[in-house]
């Protein structure tokens, strides 16, 4: 990458959405970003590590929900990526906000600063090209323009917005002013803009002068800047992360950056690019992308297919068999199946807001469920009772607590628990188990090199998880 400029690109990784057109592997509180689906890595880590050259880049800014702080933390820690901070938006406010957050803090201690605003959920699998792009991009910004990154594309797209390029930009070769931001087209539409060569995707990918940035949102989008501006002066640090004040983030308008800024500025220039890039929306994207087989079905897990093609079949825990099946996505996970036309994958959104709407639990949680110290899995449920099993990460533990209305039995599969029951301390080895009466002020603390594995008994009158207690906290959920 050659950028021709001295100015520092800050990394600005977007990680706020919830991906229900990916359900049920995607749920609101285990979205997309955070699965492996294009990599033996999650898509958030490829993002971060796509930008992880210290050389090329300050280390990275994130702005994500709240609920999702301790994935964020955890993944960036596995992949190595130590963050400039992670603020924690307490609502969803769209890109303009999140823009407007990252502007204002890097701004503070460096003016001069160019953001390069990423979604997370983004797949890109040409890194050389898209290092090249942002060196054009970097280029374009250091003359004042807001840059985004048009993708050149390979059909007529309905699932994109469009850009329609201008002029050359005078002092940067390869890049445009921009003559026109174009919402997602028909089909016939789409098709012209193909043929017609000087049209590009919107990737939602930008690189923007900081202090520029903030002061075309001042001009556009004045009330954006005074919600993120007092939402950070009356936030708060909490362990790794800053927490911003939700009450004025909350009166922040919910806008996207392109219908903010990008859409109303006389400085936008786009960068037409060839990466490999897909925002991986729905099914259909990932057997786009995927590896296919001589019937042009892409496989992931333990599948079967018999007289079937052009499939994108994933299971993730189940043999699943499929017979003589066109064009279909099958999606198996524990707690639910999804069976689509592929040609209609998008509309698995709507499927969500149904079960939203009657207020089923699977559009927000799996089985398995992430907490900072681990993982929790309900195996069976029944009358009074309930077992899970707990993963607990060495050297971690979960908070001092107790129950109004349930009793628990704990039982080591794998490692050895140290338990605080009341005034006491056991160490409870492979095998063994121990008791934890109703009322009872309790911990459980992993203090070895491996994971625990614990089976928990749950029994009472009442099992929800809103019946806990916490007296301390090592994660500042108290």
């Known amino acids: ?31 997309k970003q955070f699965l492996a689906l294009c990599s033996d890595r999650t898509m958030f880590q490829d993002t971060a590590l796509r930008v992880g050259d210290a050389v090329a880049f300050s280390a990275p800014l994130v702005v994500c929900n709240q609920e999702h702080r301790f994935l964020v933390a955890e993944q960036l820690r596995q992949s190595g990526v130590t963050p400039r901070g992670i603020l924690l938006e307490p609502v ?7 823009c407007a957050l990252a502007a204002l803090s890097v701004v503070a201690t460096d003016p001069e600063a160019l ?57 940067v070769d390869g890049a445009f002013e921009v003559a026109a931001f174009v919402e997602k087209p ?18 939602g990918m930008f690189l923007f002068p900081a202090g520029q ?43 996207s950056i392109d219908c903010a800024v ?39 897990g333990d599948v079967v297919m018999e007289g079937a093609s052009d499939c994108y079949v994933r299971s993730e825990n189940h043999l699943t068999a499929v017979v003589g099946l066109r064009n279909a996505v099958v999606v198996v996970v524990d707690d639910a199946v999804l069976v689509a036309d592929r040609d209609h994958a998008q509309d698995v959104k709507r499927i969500v807001d149904r079960l939203k709407k009657d207020g089923r639990s699977e559009p927000v949680n799996h089985r398995k469920v992430h907490r900072p110290w681990g993982a929790y899995q309900s195996l069976h449920t029944g009358d009074r009772f309930q077992v899970k099993s707990l993963t607990i990460a060495p ?49 459980l603390e992993n203090p070895g090199k491996v994971p625990l594995t614990i089976i928990e008994v749950q029994s009472g009158s009442y099992l929800g998880e809103d019946d806990i207690v916490r007296l301390e906290d090592s994660y500042g959920r108290n």
Not at 6 to 30: A, F
Not at 216 to 233: D, F
Not at 427 to 435: D, F, K, P, T
């Open 1 to 31: 990458m050659n950028s021709g400029s001295t100015q520092k690109i800050v990394p600005v990784l977007l990680s706020g959405g919830s991906g229900s057109r990916l359900w049920p592997l995607s749920r609101e509180l285990y979205p």
């Open 92 to 98: 969803g406010r769209n890109t303009a906000a999140a």
């Open 115 to 171: 953001l390069l605003v990423l979604p997370a959920d983004h797949e890109i699998r040409d890194a050389a090209a898209f290092r090249e792009a942002i060196g054009l991009a970097a280029r374009a910004a250091a003359l004042g323009r807001l840059a985004t990154f048009g993708i050149t594309p390979t059909a007529p797209e309905t699932g994109y917005g469009y850009i329609r390029r201008g002029r050359h930009l005078h002092g």
């Open 186 to 203: 028909s089909l016939e539409v789409a098709r012209s803009y193909l043929e017609d060569g000087g049209y590009a995707w919107n990737s």
């Open 213 to 255: 940035l903030l002061a075309e949102l001042e001009r556009h989008a004045p009330a954006v800047v005074a919600a993120c501006r007092a939402a950070l002066e009356g936030g708060r640090a909490d362990l790794d992360f800053f927490r911003l004040d939700a009450t004025a983030f909350a009166k922040a308008p919910s806008v």
């Open 262 to 300: 990008m859409e109303r500025t006389d400085a936008a220039a786009v960068v037409p690019c060839d990466i490999g890039w897909t925002d991986v929306g729905a099914w259909s994207a990932l057997w786009d992308v995927g590896a296919k087989d001589a019937d042009g079905n892409v496989l992931v």
């Open 395 to 443: 050297g971690s533990q979960l908070s001092l607590q107790k129950h109004h209305h349930r009793a628990e039995h704990w039982v080591v599969v794998n490692g050895t628990a140290l338990v605080t029951r009341g005034e006491e301390q056991i160490l409870v080895y492979e095998n063994q188990s121990v008791y934890i009466p109703i009322g009872t002020v309790h911990r």
